[in-house]
């Protein structure tokens, strides 16, 4: 079974941080290519960053360049998305997303129609 878990989503003020991690079970993490999307409440989901897994190349939306990092650790099968400098207009539910492939152009990775194994989600709330 494949399963993607996230975690580290919470309550945080405007300029504030958090960790978000992605667990991933049933598959081996480098064979899959990863990202993080979010969604607010009445907005459609968005690409936030991804990350390949041919080469560990990263993407970011426009609006989180500079303030998000994205990462894995093959060897704890683990993504994680560092969000810095958070606004109230980040708040929004972020979830995990992988997909096997043998390589997905950066240019697609924040598609969300490219990826078939989705995590619960997190919720991140950013307000004072």
């Known amino acids: 079974q494949l399963q993607l878990v996230e975690s580290g989503g919470g309550l945080v003020q405007p300029g504030g941080s958090l960790r978000l991690s992605c667990a991933a079970s049933?598959?081996?993490?480098?064979?899959?290519?990863m990202a993080w999307f979010r969604q607010a409440p009445g907005k459609e989901r968005e690409g936030v960053s991804c990350?390949?897994?041919?080469?560990?190349?990263?993407r970011y939306a426009d609006f989180v360049k500079g303030r998000f990092s994205i990462s894995r650790d093959n060897a704890k099968n683990t993504v994680y998305l560092n969000l810095n400098s958070l606004q109230p207009e980040d708040t929004a539910v972020y979830y995990c997303?992988?997909?096997?492939?043998?390589?997905?152009?950066?240019?697609?990775?924040?598609?969300?129609?490219?990826?078939?194994?989705w995590g619960q989600g997190t919720q991140v709330t950013v307000s004072s």
């Open positions: 997303a992988g997909i096997r492939r043998a390589l997905l152009p950066t240019s697609i990775c924040l598609q969300e129609r490219n990826y078939d194994t």
């Open positions: 049933g598959f081996t993490l480098p064979a899959y290519n």
């Open positions: 990350i390949r897994s041919v080469d560990g190349s990263t």
